[in-house]
Structure formats: structure tokens, C-alpha cells
T-cell receptor
Framework: GQQLNQSPQSMFIQEGEDVSMNCTSSSIFNTWLWYKQEPGEGPVLLIALYKAGELTSNGRLTAQFGITRKDSFLNISASIPSDVGIYFCAGQWGAGNMLTFGGGTRLMVKP | EAQVTQNPRYLITVTGKKLTVTCSQNMNHEYMSWYRQDPGLGLRQIYYSMNVEVTDKGDVPEGYKVSRKEKRNFPLILESPSPNQTSLYFC?????????????FGSGTRLTVV
């Protein structure tokens, strides 16, 4: 099946720093999604990208849908302690609601 | 409040003892799905359902069963649990055709099989 390689696996940064994470695949996806999971909760959608080359922002978060449709990145600017969590990329493929998830990036922010 | 409700939140069981994890949604969603989350592997789909009485295998269906007798409920059944099914499980739902944009996830069920 489809596979997504997400990196880095974890990051430990200082509050105020910018963060960048990405996902790559050998497969093409129709939609790229970025989710955040906080401890004890399910993933919550942050950003959805629908077209190759699309760049979308949500507050301090910016994500891009790669031109080749095989990759995406998420940037977080000026990180704050509440950014802590696991961030997942996901690619939607096929005609239905099929999603493939990356392995996740665990973000830790030091105040 | 629109939500996906899973029960139980935590479960410790012994190998071979049948168990069911329930999932219920109040949004009239057609599509429901079960995932398991393991460190470094992200979320992997176990089973999904496009509508009542329509279910299909995801990427890791071995050792699991599901049923969809009603639109709101999508229970996950482990007939004979084994230690390798120790994991964090999530149920998700969406409107059919809305694509992945509409996924709502439950809060998770942490299962330990000893």
C-alpha cells in the first residue's frame, strides 16, 4: 500500500524557535493533511491541502503541497509551549476516504 | 456536541479473552474507520465502513473483526487477543464524499494484552 516517510521523528526546541517537518512518498496523493495529537486525545486536523503547489497558513502554521504531489511540509513559526504534541501528515488517495498516515513527529518545546 | 465516543478508554486483558471496543458517532456520518497507533508507525487502518452493512479491510485487519448494523455504531472485535495487539486504537468518522477533510476522531482506547 501507500507509505509516507515523515521526518524528523522527534524535535526538542526552545520556545520562540521555528519548526519544520516534512513527509515524502513514492506515491502520488490527491490531498495532504496535517494533524496534531495532544496527550490522551485523538488527532485534530490543522491544515488541508488540495492542489499541487498550494501553500496554506493557519495562524503560525504554514503547510505546502509539493509540486510532484509526493511530498508536503509543515512549518510552525515562533513556537510556544502549547505546540507540544505529535504532528502527523496524511495523504488521501483513491476515490473514497482512504488516508495513509506518516509515522509522526513528536515536538517538545522548552519554555 | 458532535463527537465520536469510544469505550473503554483503557483496557487490560489476557491473551485469548474476547473483547469489544465500542465506537459511536452522533453526526450521521456514513463513513467510519478504525486505526491503531504504534510508536514510529503512525496510524494504520484496520477496517473501514462506507455505510451500514458495508465493511472492508484496511492495511492491518488480521486478528480483528467489525460490524456495522447501525449507522452510528462501529464496534471493533478482538476474538482472541494477543500481545501484539497491544496498542492505542482510534475510531474516526466522516460524511461520505467529504474526503479526509471531514474526519472526526475519538479520544482513543489504550489496550494492553498480557
Amino acid at each position: 500500500g501507500q507509505q509516507l516517510n515523515q521526518s524528523p521523528q522527534s524535535m526538542f526546541i526552545q520556545e520562540g524557535e521555528d519548526v519544520s517537518m516534512n513527509c515524502t512518498s513514492s506515491s502520488i496523493f490527491n490531498t495532504w493533511l496535517w494533524y496534531k495529537q495532544e496527550p490522551g486525545e485523538g488527532p485534530v486536523l490543522l491544515i488541508a491541502l488540495y492542489k499541487a503547489g498550494e501553500l496554506t497558513s493557519n495562524g503560525r502554521l504554514t503547510a505546502q503541497f509539493g509540486i510532484t504531489r509526493k511530498d508536503s511540509f509543515l512549518n510552525i513559526s515562533a513556537s510556544i509551549p502549547s505546540d507540544v504534541g505529535i504532528y502527523f501528515c496524511a495523504g488521501q488517495w483513491g476515490a473514497g476516504n482512504m488516508l495513509t498516515f506518516g509515522g509522526g513527529t513528536r515536538l517538545m518545546v522548552k519554555p | 456536541e458532535a463527537q465520536v465516543t469510544q469505550n473503554p478508554r483503557y483496557l487490560i486483558t489476557v491473551t485469548g479473552k474476547k473483547l469489544t471496543v465500542t465506537c459511536s458517532q452522533n453526526m450521521n456520518h456514513e463513513y467510519m474507520s478504525w486505526y491503531r497507533q504504534d510508536p514510529g508507525l503512525g496510524l494504520r487502518q484496520i477496517y473501514y465502513s462506507m455505510n451500514v452493512e458495508v465493511t472492508d479491510k484496511g492495511d492491518v485487519p488480521e486478528g480483528y473483526k467489525v460490524s456495522r448494523k447501525e449507522k452510528r455504531n462501529f464496534p471493533l472485535i478482538l476474538e482472541s487477543p494477543s500481545p501484539n495487539q497491544t496498542s492505542l486504537y482510534f475510531c474516526a468518522s466522516s460524511f461520505q464524499g467529504q474526503g479526509a477533510n471531514g474526519y472526526t476522531f475519538g479520544s482513543g482506547t489504550r489496550l494492553t494484552v498480557v
